[in-house]
């Protein structure tokens, strides 16, 4: 949830908590007012009534129904006049106000008393409750129309003095991966400016340690080249005056092997999205393929592996380099873990406007850990004392993962059917030929 909506429901909530609250003092408040105020109506009537002339035998006119006020006037121990529902025993009652059940509800009683004459008037108690009810209502209804219209305004004002953290948040939502320049934005805004004054020595630890990182492994791989081309060509040389023997080739497969990882270095090196996209156009994933299978069929033929590419063509705006390189790692890996007289299965797919290269392999497969690790840097499954005994670096699912990420595309890691991995790039938004 966003800072602005939980503002706008906290404000909104304690409004409403608060509108409550008075709500409910306001009612009770009300209710004391109005029993004192009708206490002293009944007062009033009372006094009336106690200076009515009346005789014992002339009744006075009945109140009308709608004053829902019951009363009589006793005098000398006979009824002069009186409600029918008003049925009392004076006897039992004192001067003053009695709250009593009469005609099957509760009534507020008021008992005037003189040394010639005794009236009686009640009220109903659900009379009171209304009245309250009406003051409290007609004090709260405008208070509770008035809700959503300050909603609205609380959400706005909220915007409004959030508009600095969202702008700030757009612009670093929309910077490039390699933008380390500092936030030049003069803002007023005391809880922003310590925010912009930490991102900004970010960016220069960032940037700092991303060019250390990024050209370290490029100019080791680069200054290790010649020194191993010369090695390479002295072990050459000392094998055709001596012969080959252990030693030599054990010497021979490091070197080879050294090499191999300072390629991988350069290759990883040049990795980098924003090195890449400018210079896309469309690419025959199926031509490429046909391509890096033809550049390791010696390695295939060589362990005796069946395999097969299935599928349409389709065409990605890529970059031939990036795509071979994702698809030669992703083939060899194949070809390295899977037995001899194994199998192999290349499929290419269409689903709505995603595009899939898929590749499976019988070899033993990798679990849920391995699958987590793959993507490490010189990380190999099994290491060096894996069943298959290929030498390697380590370093080819990382490359993987640099060109993934220059396509911003997936890569699913799955059991395959032939019993060893299948592994899933999934290109969103591919042209379909």
């Known amino acids: 949830m966003s800072i602005r909506k939980r503002l706008t429901l906290i404000l909104l909530s304690m409004m409403v908590l608060t509108c409550f609250l008075a709500l409910v003092k306001g009612y009770q408040k009300s209710m004391s007012h109005g029993e004192q105020l009708l206490d002293s109506e009944l007062k009033v009537v009372a006094g009336v009534l106690m200076q009515q002339p009346l005789s014992i035998n002339a009744m006075a006119p009945k109140m009308q129904e709608s004053a829902q006020l019951l009363y009589q006037i006793w005098q000398s121990g006979e009824l002069l006049s009186g409600s029918d529902e008003l049925n009392l025993d004076l006897s039992q009652y004192q001067a003053g106000f009695q709250t009593l059940n ?166 990883l090196g040049r990795t980098q999205p924003e090195q890449w996209q400018k210079q896309f156009k469309e ?35 890529g970059d031939e380099f990036t795509l071979v390189t994702l698809i030669s790692n992703l083939l060899s890996n194949a070809i390295k873990y899977a037995p001899a007289n194994g199998q192999i299965k290349i499929t290419l797919k269409q689903m709505h406007r995603q595009r899939i290269w898929q590749i499976e392999d019988s070899g033993p497969g990798m679990t849920d850990d391995q699958k987590q690790r793959i993507f490490n840097r010189f990380y190999r499954v099994g290491g060096d004392q894996h069943p298959s005994g290929e030498q390697g670096a380590g370093l080819g699912m990382a490359i993987v993962q640099h060109i993934i990420a220059i396509y911003s595309a997936e890569i699913n890691l799955t059991d395959s059917d032939l019993g060893g991995l299948k592994v899933q790039v999934v290109f969103a938004g591919a042209k379909c030929d």
């Not at 393929?289 to 060589?302: F, G, H, R």
């Not at 362990?303 to 990605?316: A, P, Q, R, V």
């Open 102 to 267: 009469i005609a099957g509800q509760r009534m507020r009683v008021f008992v005037f008393a003189t040394s010639l004459r005794t009236v009686i008037v009640a009220e109903p108690i659900a009379k009171r409750f209304e009245l309250a009810e009406a003051v409290i209502l007609s004090a709260m209804l405008p208070m509770l129309w008035a809700v959503p219209l300050l909603a609205l305004f609380i959400s706005f004002f909220v915007k409004y003095a959030l508009a600095p953290l969202t702008r700030l948040s757009k612009q670093v939502a929309l910077r490039q991966a390699n933008d380390f320049t500092a936030i030049n934005w003069q803002v007023t805004d005391e809880e922003i400016k310590p925010v912009i004054s930490r991102l900004n020595d970010l960016f220069k630890r960032v940037e700092t340690a991303y060019l250390r990182e990024r050209f370290f492994a490029s100019d080791a791989a680069h200054e290790l080249r010649t020194p191993l081309s010369s090695l390479k060509i002295n072990v050459h040389n000392l094998a055709a005056q001596q012969g080959d023997n252990q030693e030599l080739q054990a010497m021979t497969q490091g070197i080879n092997r050294l090499t191999n990882i300072v390629e991988q270095m350069l290759i």
């Open 283 to 317: 690419q025959s994933l199926l031509a490429i393929t046909q391509e890096v299978v033809s550049q390791l069929y010696e390695k295939i033929e060589a362990k005796n592996h069946t395999i097969s590419l299935e599928g349409d063509d389709f065409t990605i705006n």
